[in-house]
């Protein structure tokens, strides 16, 4: 398969970092923490997608980091109690103080062999020194 773009930009050792770094997470959903529709809260799922960001941009750079933005996030399927949600962050830019992380939600049916994308956004990052102050994300090279 042909690098894209992203990908070619990129040295080998951070194609292997990002590589390395993806972060997965699944979480079943219960009644507590559905709304009165009975699917997945949005702030619930922010939360996730925003922890499992943190995780793939902190094991790509081992550095302390701080969420700055999030992109578009958009909601394609309700995820209803009973189900299982899989969350599934990868980075895809890295920068010189800042990376960026994409976050996809599966849900699956807990019963059946049935899994759907449900929703997808892009999550900011900045690497900060022991002073606070922003530092270079990537050294490695």
């Given at each position: 398969m042909p690098l894209t773009d992203t990908e070619t930009q990129y040295s080998d050792a951070i194609r292997a970092r990002i590589a390395q770094s993806e972060a997965r997470v699944i979480k079943a959903i219960f009644p507590s923490?559905?709304?009165?529709?009975n699917t997945l809260f949005g702030g619930e799922a922010l939360a996730w997608m925003d922890e499992t960001a943190f995780i793939a941009a902190t094991r790509?750079?081992?550095?302390?980091?701080?969420?700055?933005?999030?992109?578009r996030i958009d909601f394609n399927k309700s995820i209803p109690a009973g189900t299982l949600a899989e969350i599934i962050a990868n980075v895809i830019y890295v920068g010189n103080t800042?990376?960026?992380?994409?976050?996809?939600?599966?849900?699956e049916d807990m019963y059946q062999d049935h899994r759907e994308h449900a929703i997808r956004?892009?999550?900011?990052?900045?690497?900060?020194?022991?002073?606070?102050?922003?530092?270079k994300v990537w050294s490695g090279d």
């Open positions: 923490i559905t709304n009165h529709h790509f750079c081992r550095k302390t980091l701080v969420t700055v933005s999030s992109d800042s990376l960026k992380v994409e976050v996809n939600i599966f849900v956004g892009v999550f900011t990052f900045v690497a900060l020194d022991e002073d606070r102050k922003p530092t």
